[in-house]
């Protein structure tokens, strides 16, 4: 079980975060939900080391981490095999780079696009390939960011069913900050709610066990609006 | 878009059109081959110049100066850009030395050269001093201005400061110079014959635009100013070629 317990952080005398303790159990998908400009981000960046927290303990992210930012964050000189080749240098040998690519480009029937540059892919196509990369990237966590955001409705339904099948080739444990309430409820095992600054767990929903997914959505939105 | 190149490409025959018309209007009104040539009289300097077997080396010597100049300016500013984006001393330090270049006279600078190096030496020197302040700062901003995300993005996948130079610094700074190379080139290409019409060395196309003027051959000038014009657009194409086939078709 990875943890984070009683994370403050203040900026100046704005206290972005107070108090947060999360449980994230291990090979689950958590997604953390809460309005725009809430300081979710910056709660992502203190588990990535990014930010400094004020005080509190963050429990087992001292591994490597995978990372799928809200913008692709590919290098553009660079086609998308040797995109991914970048991150796993430092971690895999170099014949090692090449089966593993192969075989997960394969597996999810990108082979035709191993060699176009950034510029000549869709913005969709781009996102598929940054969750690809988090996934390739040897890591028991990880963390995305907002990472449908930019996309519109049909784009957004293919790369939430193509990081489902990439989630059931490798097992990771996922920490999705969202504000959608959609995305949390087909990805989430487990819903954190959070509330406006400064910003707190409201309520931690285990959404796995829940099958009605209607029922899941009115509890969701009860928190969000009801008692906002 | 289509019409919008055809109409540019007919305003860009129309230019030149113009350009021989006024040619053709100036010398006729001026009726002075000394001080304004005819085209036909130009024409016959200009096959004239060609035809010497001197020709070839005249333009080699010259290109050959350009390029040692321009690849000893490129490589310092390669050297000295990264070291000022690491060390902030040495930043400052070249803060007063660009700023002295970038703002002394371009004829000061050739008396200068002419003073401390030999005839041969001089117009390298004048086309490194106009070139190194254009080539420094754009190292500088390659390193400086790179996209924070994809370095972010390198941080927490921990890739080695090695593979980050060699990936993403180094092409960036490569791309950024790929923008400015033609025109920082043919600004080389123009000093060093500058530098050469002062410093007068053997062989050289500035020396031959010096002797065409004192022997008032204003026509052989003319002559010459047109084979400059035409190596300036050579270059260009060629630069320009070699960006697309290296760097435009992927970015």
């Known amino acids: 079980m990875y943890k984070i ?51 509190g303990d963050i429990i087992g992210f001292e591994e490597d981490i995978s990372v799928v930012f809200q913008e692709d964050r590919l290098i ?14 430092r971690k895999m040998e170099k014949e090692q780079i090449e089966s593993i690519i192969d075989e997960y480009f394969e597996l999810v029937n990108l082979q035709e696009y191993k060699y176009y540059y950034p510029k000549n892919i869709s913005g969709g196509m781009r996102q598929k390939i940054n969750i690809l990369r988090a996934f390739l990237y040897p890591s028991n966590i990880l963390i995305m960011d907002e990472p449908f955001k930019s996309l519109d409705i049909n784009s957004k339904e293919v790369l939430i069913n193509f990081f489902k099948d990439l989630r059931i080739i490798e097992n990771k444990t996922c920490i999705i900050v ?31 066990g829940i099958k009605d997914k209607t029922e899941l959505r009115i509890l969701i939105e009860e928190e969000l609006i009801i008692k906002k | 878009m289509k019409s919008f190149t055809l109409k540019n490409r ?9 350009i021989i018309v006024l040619w053709i209007l100036l010398s006729r009104t001026i009726d002075n081959e000394v001080i304004f040539p005819t085209i036909s009289s130009t024409f016959h300097s200009f096959t004239d110049i060609v035809r010497r077997p001197s020709f070839i080396i005249i333009i080699s010597h010259s290109l050959i100066r350009t390029l040692i100049g321009f690849v000893i300016s490129l490589v310092l500013a390669v050297i000295i850009g990264i070291l000022s984006s690491i060390s902030n001393i040495i930043y400052h330090l070249m803060i007063p030395i660009i700023n002295f270049l970038t703002s002394v006279p371009t004829m000061a600078i050739i008396i200068l050269a002419l003073i401390w190096l030999n005839n041969e030496f001089a117009p390298m020197f004048v086309g490194f001093i106009m070139v190194f302040p254009i080539l420094y700062e754009t190292v500088l901003k390659g390193i400086l201005d ?14 080695q400061k090695m593979t980050l130079i060699k990936d993403v610094y180094i092409p960036n700074i490569f791309l950024n110079l790929s923008y400015i190379f033609p025109s920082a080139l043919g600004i080389n290409f123009k000093m060093v014959i500058a530098g050469e019409a002062l410093s007068q060395p ?12 004192m022997y008032l051959n204003t026509s052989g000038v003319f002559a010459w100013i047109i084979i400059i014009l035409l190596m300036s657009k050579i270059f260009k194409y060629v630069l320009e070629g070699v960006n697309h086939l290296c760097i435009k078709s992927k970015i």
């Open chain 1, 178 to 208: 969202t504000h959608d309430i959609d995305e949390a409820i087909a990805l989430g095992h487990k819903i954190v709610i959070l509330t406006d600054k400064p910003t707190m767990v409201k309520r931690v929903i285990e959404s796995e």
């Open chain 1, 5 to 55: 317990k009683n994370i403050n952080k203040s900026y100046k005398d704005l206290k972005v975060l107070e108090d947060i303790s999360i449980d994230f159990p291990k090979n689950k998908t958590i997604c953390i939900l809460g309005s725009s400009g809430c300081g979710k981000t910056t709660l992502l960046n203190i588990l990535l080391g990014i930010t400094n927290k004020d005080s």
């Open chain 2, 146 to 159: 790179l996209d924070s995300n994809i370095i972010d993005m390198a941080k927490v996948y921990k890739v």
């Open chain 2, 202 to 213: 053997k062989y050289a196309i500035g020396t031959n635009l010096q002797l065409q003027k």
């Open chain 1, 76 to 89: 553009p000189w660079k086609n998308i095999k040797d995109n991914i080749k970048f991150v796993l240098k």
């Open chain 2, 10 to 18: 007919r305003l860009s025959v129309i230019s030149k059109l113009l």
